[in-house]
């Protein structure tokens, strides 16, 4: 049986210049989604899993995010003094407990693959989860809920995947897969955004991993790859053959969030989800002609 999952790493240093103005001085992974960041839906879905040590690997202006998973004592005792618990609840019944959450800085805008590199001391020789906030998913168990459960039975690495156009295998890392259940492929090996023609199938990783610790024996070597920077899906690749790498198809939908369009889906889905406002947001789309 696998080793328990008990730490994430969440690669939270990148620009954000897709939603430029409004990243300029807000962290995107601040955006919201409905009336909560992006990445405090990623470090709720870590948390489901059994998730106990939450690592962020930040940049500079990202600020915001460390004072979010922090108390605000005024805020917090203005809400208690005027008697909304329910906004109190809201602002601290999520938060991790003290000794829980540990930051360390991405200098360099090196890749993925670096800006993981950059926790292994905080990870130190356990499997551990990747999550990438601007991926968000909305299904009834959340996707590394399902993930930890494959790997409890598999170990080794465990990434979530999906079924793509071929056209669009140049914008993901691909498995090239050995065998396939259809809800569990065993893949042999995986390509960092290879041409379509090229492609050895259409099975793309998206932004949720479970690693096993040698992949930072492939990572210390800092080479470089597609784009130039230095890919996660490289050291995975150089590392199936003694650790054991499958691919999960998970239940539930992928939003895109560090895509404007798939962002605005997000909010509708999400919105509609909830039994506060989900008929009031149905009734307000009733207004605009497709």
């Not at 202006?61 to 605000?72: L, P, R, S, T, Y």
């Not at 809800?183 to 042999?188: D, E, G, V, Y």
């Not at 650790?243 to 509708?268: Q, S």
Request: hydrophobic share 40%.
């Amino acid at each position: 049986m696998a080793r328990q999952v008990r730490k994430a790493v969440f690669p939270v240093g990148g620009m954000g210049t897709r939603f430029l103005p409004a990243t300029k001085a807000m962290p995107k992974e601040m955006l919201p989604v409905v009336d909560k960041p992006l990445i405090q839906y990623a470090v709720e879905e870590a948390a489901a899993a059994g998730i106990e040590h939450f690592i962020f690997v930040t940049g500079r202006g990202k600020n915001a995010i460390e004072d979010h998973f922090d108390n605000a004592p005024d805020l917090e005792r203005t809400l208690k003094e005027r008697g909304k618990l329910d906004l109190l609840d809201a602002v601290t019944s999520w938060m991790p407990k003290s000794g829980r959450v540990s930051y360390t800085r991405q200098q360099e805008p090196l890749g993925l693959g670096h800006a993981v590199w950059c926790a292994r001391d905080l990870v130190d020789q356990e499997p551990f989860a990747v999550l990438l906030p601007d991926d968000l998913i909305l299904s009834k168990t959340p996707c590394l809920k399902q993930m930890v459960a494959v790997h409890t039975e598999v170990g080794g690495h465990v990434v979530a995947v999906a079924d793509i156009p071929r056209e669009h295998t140049n914008r993901y890392g691909i498995l090239d897969v050995e065998t396939d259940n259809g809800r569990l492929a065993k893949a042999k090996g995986l390509v960092e955004k290879p041409a379509p023609e090229k492609s050895p199938s259409t099975l793309s990783i998206i932004g949720r991993y479970i690693l096993h610790p040698e992949v930072f024996e492939y990572l210390d070597r800092k080479e470089k790859g597609a784009g130039g920077e230095i890919q996660l899906t490289d050291a995975i690749s150089q590392s199936i053959g003694t650790v054991p790498f499958h691919g999960m198809r998970f239940e539930g939908t992928r939003y895109d969030c560090g895509d404007k369009v798939g962002w605005l889906e997000a909010n509708i889905a999400f919105a509609l989800e909830r039994k506060d406002i989900g008929a009031a947001v149905r009734e307000a789309m009733k207004r605009f002609t497709f």
